[in-house]
């Protein structure tokens, strides 16, 4: 079992930067390859970014690339998403997810086993 738990969502004007961070409760954490997800209402939830165990490969959708960028740090069992230039469409509740799968990263939220409570990132206009 893992327990995902993500922080530092929150109201930021359109052009701005957030900063989230998920901790991990399992101490095999670097065994699984990770993923931000992204969920606006009326849509799917779709992939923002992943990173592989080990950090040796990472994904970034088209519509955020060159914004995001994704870390994660083995010692504090976290993964990071910065995100700057926001925009007003960025506008969603934010998933940090973890996936046992050993092949590179996933993008697809089925690929994923443990899922955290998601934080709200608003981007005003």
């Known amino acids: 079992q893992v327990q995902l738990v993500e922080s530092g969502g929150g109201l930021v004007q359109a052009g701005g930067s957030l900063r989230l961070s998920c901790a991990a409760s399992s101490s095999t954490f670097n065994s699984y390859a990770m993923g931000w997800f992204r969920q606006a209402p009326g849509k799917e939830r779709e992939v923002v970014a992943a990173?592989?165990?080990?950090?040796?490969?990472?994904f970034y959708a088209e519509f955020v690339k060159g914004r995001v960028t994704i870390s994660r740090d083995s010692a504090k069992n976290t993964v990071n998403l910065q995100m700057n230039s926001l925009k007003a469409e960025d506008t969603a509740v934010y998933y940090c997810a973890a996936s046992s799968s050993a092949l590179g990263y996933r993008t697809r939220p089925s690929e994923y086993n443990y899922w955290g409570q998601g934080t709200q990132v608003t981007v005003s206009s």
């Open positions: 990173i592989s165990r080990g950090s040796f490969s990472i």
